[in-house]
């Protein structure tokens, strides 16, 4: 079992700029890539970014050039930094991992539990 935790999320003005944490843990053999999804109310989840265990990154054309995310594998922890933010950046924000765990079969994707990020116009 793998679990996530996010952290960051809040009220901010446009144009403002939170960072978002998530630490995973559990009963991990291997992460592959590590990611932040978004849904807002009425909408489905939509990708926002991710990165592999080497590195590279990967971002939704919407936040592109605004938000940087990053990793630390030694402590199983994925950052978001946003910066400039829009009122159309407000959604609970989810972090994801694709994980092999100890005794497991295969790759799964896992869940945080999300955290609110809300812009005002």
């Known amino acids: 079992q793998v679990q996530l935790v996010e952290s960051g999320g809040g009220l901010v003005q446009a144009g403002g700029s939170l960072r978002l944490s998530c630490a995973a843990s559990?009963?991990?053999?291997?992460?592959?890539?590590m990611g932040w999804y978004r849904q807002a109310p009425g909408k489905q989840r939509e990708l926002v970014a991710t990165?592999?265990?080497?590195?590279?990154?990967n971002y939704a054309d919407s936040v592109k050039g605004r938000f940087t995310i990053s990793r630390d594998n030694a402590k199983n922890t994925v950052y978001l930094q946003m910066n400039s933010l829009k009122p159309e950046d407000t959604a609970v924000y989810y972090c994801n991992c694709n994980a092999f765990v100890w005794g497991g079969v295969r790759w799964n994707d896992y869940w945080g539990q999300g955290t609110q990020v809300t812009v005002s116009s």
């Open positions: 990165t592999t265990s080497g590195g590279s990154s």
């Open positions: 559990g009963n991990i053999l291997s992460i592959n890539t």
